[in-house]
């Protein structure tokens, strides 16, 4: 216990150094929840309601591996052929000069080019998979395309396949206010807002889950889609999405992906899981703070929650996201 709460210490002394009004920390091992933590409030204003249980984040940029399962199952279930097929096959109402050699698998690994101007227009930063960048109009992308294949929303998809199975009830893509919704900080000075969509279809930053059902959807790759004695997702669908997709680059320095995923391989510089965790482990994470860290060798899944927008903030953003895996890994090595 006295390793567990060094991880709640850290927590908390980042929820302070940042000025988030939220933080909550959740942590399964073998299958079991073995701590659960929640501090602040929903909002940095004096009537906030305290975060609690029931407590839905917003999950940013983390809402990706959501994302990255339904990617998968067109993979798995031949919909896509190949992660090596050239995205103009898929996307012919954009440039083909433009989309050049651009293949799937670029797209799902931040190694694509591809960067769009504010009004709209997609231009080339490198050559597909000679970089690695991360923007958005690949997760844009992708998400027109599963939508397309399935003819159907992911959020839809995945609705039907796994959250009815799973019991999830308190993530989803949310368009109105409601109070168990944790406001989003981006000037700590100035009253929190809601981070709300216009439409429920994936295509937006408006996923909000609370942090046992994002260690849930954890714990649920973890175990390859076995859960409750029932297969609910072909194991196979999670291998894809949670094994390195990254094409090989020349700078061992730039990070690996799975299907969005961040995938611990060769341990990489610029990789935002830290040299001392094992290998084939995974993360995923997003601006206002959320992350999610599975460990298969030690069995665990560690749920991280804030609310402020540009966690960490500037050059310390990246050692502090390795550091606070780093850590976890310290925690559970036997």
């Known amino acids: 216990m006295e390793k567990l709460e060094k991880l709640i210490d850290w927590v908390e002394d980042i929820k302070e150094k ?15 929840v073995i701590l659960e ?27 990706k591996s959501y994302l990255a399962l339904a990617v998968a199952y067109a993979l798995y279930e031949g919909k896509i052929k190949s ?23 670029h797209l799902v690994t931040h ?9 709209g227009t997609i231009f080339r930063e490198f050559e597909a998979g000679h970089g690695w960048a991360y923007r958005g109009i690949n997760v844009l992308m992708m998400t027109w395309l599963v939508n397309s294949l399935f003819n159907k929303s992911f959020p839809e998809l995945l609705n039907e396949r796994v959250f009815l199975h799973l019991g999830i009830r308190n993530t989803g893509w949310e368009t109105t206010e409601n109070e168990s919704l944790v406001k989003e900080i981006i000037n700590p000075d100035e009253e929190g807002s809601y981070k709300l969509g216009s439409c429920n279809n994936g295509n937006e930053s408006n996923l909000y889950t609370t ?32 094994q390195i997709q990254s094409p090989p680059f020349k700078d061992n320095n730039l990070p690996q992906n799975g299907l969005f995923w961040y ?16 290998k084939g482990s995974y993360q995923i994470l997003g601006i206002t703070g959320p992350t999610l860290l599975v ?40």
């Open 211 to 242: 942090a046992s059902e994002f260690a849930q959807w954890g714990n649920l790759h973890l175990n390859k889609g076995f859960v409750n004695g029932k297969q609910i997702i072909p194991k196979e669908v999670i291998e894809i999405a949670t």
């Open 37 to 63: 933590h929640y501090s602040g409030y929903h909002s940095n204003s004096t009537q906030a309601t305290p975060i609690n249980s029931s407590s839905q984040f917003n999950v940013a940029s983390a809402r």
């Open 18 to 32: 940042n000025r988030s009004s939220a933080s909550s920390l959740y942590i399964l091992k073998d299958n079991k």
């Open 295 to 334: 460990i298969p060798e030690y069995n665990v899944v560690v749920a991280k929650m804030y609310n402020k927008r540009y966690n960490y903030g500037g050059d310390n953003y990246l050692y502090y996201l390795r550091e606070f895996s780093n850590l976890v890994a310290d925690t559970f090595r036997e």
């Open 111 to 119: 190694s694509h080019g591809l960067h769009e101007k504010e009004d």
């Open 83 to 105: 992660l090596d097929d050239y995205a103009i096959e898929y996307f012919e109402e954009i440039d083909e000069q433009l989309l050049g050699k651009t293949t799937l698998r």
């Open 263 to 278: 995938v611990q391989g060769t341990t990489a510089a610029y990789s935002e899981i830290g040299e001392r965790v094992p």
